[in-house]
Every structure is written in C-alpha cells, then in structure tokens.
C-alpha cells in the first residue's frame, strides 16, 4: 500500500541545516507530485515546498525561499527537503505528502492546497532552538 516515511528530523541551532527524507513505498514518487508541510505548535498547517512529478518542478513559500531546496532520488524513491539558515520559527512538525492525481491522471506541476494530497506521511520533529 501507499506508504510516506518522514525522517531527518531533530533539533538544531539557529543558522544550521537539516536534510529532511520522505521515503515513498507502494508507488513510483516521479509519477506524483510531493509536498512538504509543516505545522507549527498552536498553529495549522501551512504549506512549505512541493515537486512535481514527470518534470520535477518546484515551488516555495516565501518564507523559505532561497533556504530551503526540494529534490528527488527516483532510483530511491525518495524525496528530500534540505533546509539551511534554519530559524526558530521553521520549528514544526514536517509532513511530506503525495498528490491524489499522478501526471498521467492529469496532475501537472504541484500545488500547496493540502486538499490535493490524498497520502500523508506521520511527521517528523524539527526543532530550531539555542
């Protein structure tokens, strides 16, 4: 079955960096779009990055732009989040997802509506804290 595992997570010093995994089992990653989301204590959950599938397009919230950096090993069947100049308001719990629709069910580029992920991952910690 369709399975997401996040890992990577931790805690860390403002500055540092993270490399966060979602590992995709029971279906090929490059066929779907994947998306990063993070929920903050207290707060919703909010979108961070995503990549799409087929073409491997990417997209940021501002936010993290230009600290943040969304790929893909295809022969891993794993989708990474590297996360640098990490900040005390990037502490969350990280949640990767996978789109409902693959590219060939029409799914082109990749979105931040959390209503366009049918599979989410459990989440991992990540802390940024002096």
């Known amino acids: 079955q369709v399975q997401l595992v996040e890992s990577g997570g931790g805690l860390v010093q403002p500055g540092g960096s993270l490399r966060l995994s979602c590992a995709a089992s029971?279906?090929?990653?490059?066929?779907?779009?994947i998306g990063w989301f993070r929920q903050a204590p207290g707060k919703e959950r909010m979108g961070v990055s995503c990549?799409?599938?087929?073409?491997?397009?990417?997209y940021y919230e501002e936010a993290v732009k230009g600290r943040f950096t969304v790929s893909r090993d295809n022969a891993k069947n794993l989708v990474y989040l590297q996360m640098n100049s990490l900040k005390s308001e990037d502490t969350a719990v990280y949640y990767c997802?996978?789109?409902?629709?693959?590219?060939?069910?029409?799914?082109?580029?990749?979105?931040?509506?959390?209503?366009?992920?049918?599979?989410w991952g459990q989440g991992t910690q990540v802390t940024v804290s002096s």
């Open positions: 990549i799409s599938g087929g073409d491997g397009l990417t």
């Open positions: 997802a996978r789109s409902a629709r693959s590219v060939n069910q029409g799914r082109r580029g990749c979105l931040m509506d959390q209503g366009d992920y049918g599979h």
């Open positions: 029971g279906f090929a990653s490059e066929s779907y779009a």
